[in-house]
């Protein structure tokens, strides 16, 4: 999609913008951030085995339930350490 957008011409439409325009820029962003986040998530099911990074380290999980925007999880090895991850972030094993 941004090669049909001069991001250079985004870039000069956000610096000269009002604050109005900044709230409403920002607002639709927000929204598009949920929508991917609430898409990624619908690519996992409870059960799947998936991995993820977290400082440097790939781990390896079980999906346990799938939220609205992130997928909760338990560390493969250690059922008692539950995490919350973003969709967008794993993959699948």
Known sequence: ???????????????AADKGTLDQIFNM?????????????TNFKKGDEVTWQHKGLIKTGIVEKI???????????QANHKWRVSGTLL???
């Open 1 to 15: 999609m941004t090669d049909e957008i001069n991001m250079d011409q985004v870039r000069e439409f956000i610096m």
């Open 29 to 41: 962003t927000k929204i598009a951030w949920r929508n991917i986040d609430a898409m990624a998530v």
């Open 67 to 77: 939220n609205q925007k992130t997928v909760s999880l338990h560390l493969k090895d």
């Open 91 to 93: 993959k699948k094993v």
